[in-house]
């Protein structure tokens, strides 16, 4: 088995913690912008990777997620909202949740356009440092792919969040039972290679967009 590619693998991780720190910014940005603060309070409204890592999801996923091939992707630590301050609670929490996956998008969107500028819509850019194309080769395909894992229906997923806010209030209590074993489905699913069936596909279709 050839040996890791360390550099590959620092920008993947470097690529990596700064998407999950602009998803939970978002999420606190926006809390904050509908009305509640409690994030904001805690510093979470910030770019500072340092008030949003989880040792699992940001750490210990992602680094599994490597070793075993699967999609380097992971999550941060949960960004706290207050409901009783949200006007439109159910309304304001699905917009809280989908603000993070947004966020991974429109950081994709990004990469894929600097991509094209630099490219000039060729398949490979003469003359482009490796560095700069490994950067935003990682950028597209690591937001793409937190984009989607996010938005799975599982809580506590966004996916999940979201989904909550869909359902009819009474369906919506029960299926958030589901919560507590969250991340026992997730990590049942990578362990059975069923999260890559899941994610590869719309993610293929979001790239296939993109580029």
């Known amino acids: 088995m050839p040996s890791p590619d360390i550099a590959q693998i620092l920008i993947a991780f470097a690529v990596l913690l700064f998407s999950l720190t602009v998803h939970e910014a978002a999420h606190a940005f926006t809390a904050d912008r509908l009305g ?3 994030a904001r309070l805690l510093g979470r409204v910030s770019l500072n990777p340092a008030v949003h890592i989880d040792p699992i999801g940001t750490v210990l996923f992602p680094l599994i997620a490597i070793a075993t091939h699967l999609p380097v992707i992971g999550w941060a630590k949960p960004v706290p909202v207050d409901g009783r301050n949200l006007p439109h609670y159910r309304r304001d929490f699905m917009l809280i949740a989908a603000a993070g996956p947004a966020s991974n998008l429109v950081l994709a969107t990004l990469a894929a356009v600097i991509w094209r500028v630099l490219s000039g819509g060729a398949v490979e850019a003469a003359g482009v440092p490796e560095f700069v194309v490994t ?8 937001n793409v792919l937190l984009a989607v894992f996010n938005m799975i229906p599982i809580p506590p ?12 209030p009474q369906l919506a209590a029960q299926y958030d039972r589901l ?17 890559s069936a899941i994610v590869g596909p719309p993610a293929e279709l979001i790239l296939s967009w993109l580029l």
């Open 135 to 142: 950067v935003l080769q990682r950028m597209l395909l690591i």
């Open 157 to 168: 997923l966004d996916g999940g969040n979201v989904l909550a806010g869909l359902l009819p």
């Open 36 to 38: 509640d603060p409690t």
């Open 179 to 195: 919560r507590p074993w969250g991340f026992l489905l997730l990590y049942a699913l990578m362990l059975t290679g069923m999260l």
